[in-house]
Every structure is written in C-alpha cells, then in structure tokens.
C-alpha cells in the first residue's frame, strides 16, 4: 500500500474515511464524496498541513480531531453535519490565462 | 513533486490545444510525477491532434525544512542548471505552483527577460494547502511573478496584489 497511484478505488468503497492531514488525502476524499474525520498529529503542529484541514473543518466540510480523541469522535459523530465539497473549477483559471496570453 | 504535480496538471486539464508546445521541468529526485504526467498527455493526446511535450529535470533547489544557508547554495546550482534550459525553450508562458523547483526557472526567466533575451510571463498559482499563509516559493515569486493567484480568500487580503478566483484545482 505504500505508495500505491490512486487510492480512488478504495475510497469509493468506503463508507467513511479517517486520514491525517494531507492535502491529497483529504481533497481526494471529498471528491469522491465520503465522509471524512481528520486526525491531527500535535507534535507536526507548525507543520503548514494543518491549515488545509483547519480550513475545511471551519466550513463543515470534515470531522477533527486528535489522536486520543478518536474514538470518543467516532462515537458520537454525526455524518449528517458535514457539508458538500464543491469540486474546483479549474475552467476560472483558464478564462483567465486565456485573457492573460491574448487568446480570446 | 506529488501534490504539485497533481495540481498543476490540474490547472492544465481545461487549457486549450493552443498552450503547446507544453515544456515540464521537474526535480532529479522526482519520482512519481513523469508517470502522472505522461499519462495525462497520452489522455490529451486522445482528443487533440496538437500534442507535443517535453520533459527536463533539474536538480531539487531545496529539500523540506533545509537550512536557508544550504538553500542558498543548492539554489545557485539549480539556477546554474535551469538559465541553460530556459534560454534552449524561450518560453512565452511560465506556470508554476510552488514547489522549490519553479524558484530558479522562474530566475533564470526573468534574467533572460532583464538581458533582452526572451520575455516570459510569469504566472504562479499558490497551492490549495494554502490558506492562510504562502508557500516560501510564493513569499519569493509573490514579487516576480506577472500574475500571482491565490486559492483562498484570506491571502487575497494579505496579499493584495494577488489574484484571487477561488478553488480552481
């Protein structure tokens, strides 16, 4: 499992996913449109990681919580809570570029 | 590298067959993103008839968390390698993200650009991660760069140069 490519098939078989912080983890989960609880690791707590998932948690988008929280979160967790995540829109960007370079 | 790759091509995916050719630098130590990428061309190359690419490595300007004395220097000797390259591609067009990688292309550009050579424009995408502060790539091209968009509202206000057009990975 180490560094498999895609973890695409598996999320789409879960029901729930619980992951650290990384960016691609969380991003690719919500894509796929799963429940997802973030677990924080506190002694990487400077590490730049952590204001991704901050973000997301302050939009309802993902559960939080430590690692000697996690089973009190899985307890009493309510999925129902959390929020879509819209997908990007990397159209935006290329109306811009186009702009930018003069491709109209 | 990883994540960055993923974004950026990302940013590619809805460009149209007039960004080509596509030139892709990334660092020697790299091991994942030649795979990601040459699968997405050979995706692209399905539905567009104007597919050329080519890819070119350089040495890592800077490892996580390195000291910023031997940052200076790796960077010095990735810039010795990136000015070579720039100046072989000429780029009209620059797009980055923010691995320590883009620091000496984006350089070596704008050297080439001072010296009446070629005039590229530079325009560098913070990654998604950031949300409430930029990148040290991003704090040194926030600067250089002719556009510098930003995925988050928050460096829209800290950074008010930058552009800002929500989530677009």
């Known amino acids: 499992f180490r560094f498999k490519e895609s973890l695409a098939e598996e999320l789409r078989g879960a029901d729930l996913v619980i992951s650290h912080a990384g ?3 969380c991003l690719e989960t919500l894509e796929e449109g799963k429940p997802l609880i973030v677990v924080v690791n506190e002694k990487l707590m400077n590490n730049h990681q952590l204001e991704l998932a901050k973000q997301l948690h302050r939009d309802g988008h993902v559960l939080c ?3 000697s929280a996690l089973v009190e979160t899985l307890q009493s967790m309510d999925l129902s809570t959390l929020k879509p995540f819209p997908p990007g829109q990397p159209e935006k960007f290329a109306l811009f570029l186009d702009k930018v370079v ?3 | 590298t990883g994540g960055h790759t993923t ?3 990302r940013l590619l995916s809805c460009l149209s067959e007039s960004y080509s050719p596509r030139h892709y630098i990334f660092a020697d130590s790299d091991k994942m993103s030649e795979a990601k990428i040459r699968s997405f061309e050979q995706k692209r190359a399905e539905t ?3 597919s050329q690419f080519t890819l070119d490595r350089i ?10 004395t031997s940052s200076v220097v790796t960077t010095l000797y990735s810039i010795l390698y990136s000015l070579p390259l720039t100046y072989k591609l ?4 620059i797009l980055c993200n923010g691995p320590g990688t883009c620091v000496p292309v984006c350089l070596s550009a704008l050297l080439l ?3 009446g050579i070629k005039r590229a424009i530079i325009v560098y995408v913070e990654s998604i991660c950031r949300v409430e502060t930029l990148s040290l790539s991003g704090k040194i091209l926030y600067y250089f760069a002719d556009y510098f968009i930003v995925q988050w509202p928050d460096l829209k206000e800290k950074y008010p140069k930058s552009v800002y057009l929500g989530r677009i990975v």
């Open chain 2, 90 to 93: 000429k780029p009209d067009l």
């Open chain 1, 65 to 67: 919580c430590n690692c």
């Open chain 2, 59 to 68: 040495p890592r300007s800077r490892e996580v968390r390195q000291s910023w």
């Open chain 2, 48 to 50: 567009s008839s104007n």
């Open chain 1, 23 to 25: 960016a691609g983890s």
């Open chain 2, 7 to 9: 974004e950026i091509l």
């Open chain 2, 113 to 115: 650009g001072l010296l």
């Open chain 1, 102 to 104: 003069g491709f109209q």
